[in-house]
């Protein structure tokens, strides 16, 4: 399994529980995030790099943290982004 969403590249696994998204059975996805995939098929399928980078940095935002982490996770969110699978 992944340890990180390859569509936005948050965690699959992490305090918030199971954030994994659904296969088109039913069962868990071991690649997608359940913000980016549902029912085995994207929530976005039409989404672009630039969108996802606009909706990860909003989270981030919006997310736990102080000011410095949520700087740092902001600034290095496009070069993780880059490096999975759907934005290879």
Wanted: hydrophobic share 30%; with cysteine.
């Amino acid at each position: 399994m992944n340890t990180i969403c390859q569509s936005c590249a948050m965690p699959l696994q992490g305090k918030q529980g199971d954030m994994r998204g659904s296969e088109k059975e039913g069962q868990p996805s071991d690649t997608y995030c359940l913000l980016c995939y549902q029912g085995g098929a994207f929530t976005y399928p039409n989404c672009s790099y630039e969108d996802i980078l606009a909706r990860g940095r909003e989270g981030i935002s919006q997310g736990p943290g102080n000011a410095l982490q949520k700087w740092f996770l902001k600034a290095t969110y496009p070069m993780l982004l880059k490096k999975v699978d759907r934005w290879k």
